[in-house]
């Protein structure tokens, strides 16, 4: 029985020396006797060497190596590589307020931040030069030119300055008022607003006050003199009175039909003009100066009466109503008044007066 035995097992292992040492992988039949003691085909089993070979066709991952340790063999699974996710990566707590701010390189920041330019400095305004009013006295032998000259000025700025009704006759000893600006040099009236001083010389209010360093336009003070810069005084055109003269100077009162001239009438002299309008019509004033009645004057009904210097004066009669007071100064063509029927009127009209020295002329004689 033993012989037996190691006679099949010599004649096994002969067998598999043999294949190997040829090198043959093919599909041979080896008929081992498995526990008959005849050479039968039932009691053979095939075993091919095909099926002793493990080549998976594809990767296994449950295949396991053998592991030489110490001398002795284990088997292990195949090492699994561990890769990190970034998102599984651990992230620094922030506080839920504030947000990380992007990294940027040292090129990055050098483009960013940029030292800043400096301005370059401004020139320093030079303050306004205020206006400075001068006095000269007049010499023996000069003319306003060699004045003008000698202060820089133009011969217009002095005769607008002093109004001057004539630049050619200077007397020795006279006191020139000098400004360092173009302009006229005027003495605030009694009752005169500043508003009414830049309707006459056609100069805004704060161009006034801001020269004057006046810091509250509504105060102003009788006597006051006040440069009015850029200004010129009345054209000669508008001069009332020349060499002693009354000149064809005034503006008409308002505008309508003369109903009566001025001279003899039923009996006794018309001193003024009448000119026929409705009741209400603006009365302007023929020229400038300042008011010296306003108010009732028996048959002249509600008159207006304006003193414009030089002996001159003017007479509005039969108003409905007033527009000025007493004291103040009025500017051509300001409306002084509105046109009525009140006194010794026979309808609505402007009765209209101008007197020289005290005595009535002819309006018609000396209207534009």
């Known amino acids: 029985m033993h012989r037996r035995q190691a006679r099949n097992r010599f004649i096994i292992l002969l067998a598999l020396m043999v294949l190997l040492s040829l090198g043959v992988l ?27 070979r493990y080549e998976p066709e594809e990767f296994d991952e449950s295949a396991i190596y053998a592991i030489a340790i110490d001398g002795l063999t284990g088997y292990a699974s195949e090492p699994e590589a561990v890769i990190e996710s970034p998102k599984e990566k651990e992230l620094p707590i922030e506080k839920e307020t504030e947000k990380t701010a992007p990294q940027s390189s040292p090129t990055q920041l050098a483009e960013k931040v940029e030292p800043p330019k400096a301005e370059p400095p401004k020139p320093e305004e030079a303050p306004k030069k205020q206006p400075t009013v001068l006095v000269h006295v007049v010499q023996q032998g000069e003319t306003l030119w060699d004045i003008a000259q000698a202060y820089g000025i133009t011969v217009d700025s002095i005769v607008s300055a002093n109004d001057l009704s004539n630049p050619n006759r200077l007397k020795v000893g006279q006191k020139l008022e000098i400004l360092t600006v173009k302009g006229v040099l005027h003495e605030v009236a009694v009752g005169e607003s500043l508003w009414e001083i830049a309707q006459r010389y056609k100069v805004s209010v704060d161009e006034i006050a801001e020269v004057n360093s006046i810091s509250d336009p509504s105060r102003i003070q009788p006597s006051m003199k006040l440069v009015i810069p850029g200004a010129t005084r009345v054209l000669r055109s508008d001069a009332l009175v020349v060499n002693g003269q009354l000149q064809k100077a005034f503006d008409w009162p308002a505008k309508g039909r003369i109903s009566s001239p001025f001279g003899p009438r039923w009996g006794r002299m018309h001193n003024g003009l009448d000119i026929a309008v409705n009741t209400g019509t603006p009365v302007k004033a023929a020229a400038d100066g300042r008011v010296t009645f306003a108010g009732w004057n028996g048959g002249y009904g509600i008159l207006v009466i304006i003193d414009h210097g030089n002996g001159v004066e003017t007479r509005y009669a039969h108003n409905s109503r007033l527009n000025v007071k007493v004291g103040q100064k009025v500017t051509r063509g300001q409306v002084v008044a509105y046109s009525g029927n009140t006194g010794n009127s026979t309808g609505p009209h402007v009765h209209f007066e101008i007197r020289y020295k005290n005595n009535p002329v002819n309006p018609q004689t000396y209207l534009k």
């Open 26 to 52: 093919g599909r041979i039949d080896s008929r081992l006797h498995i526990g008959g003691s005849d050479w039968d085909t039932e009691s053979f089993m095939h075993v091919y060497i095909d099926d002793l």
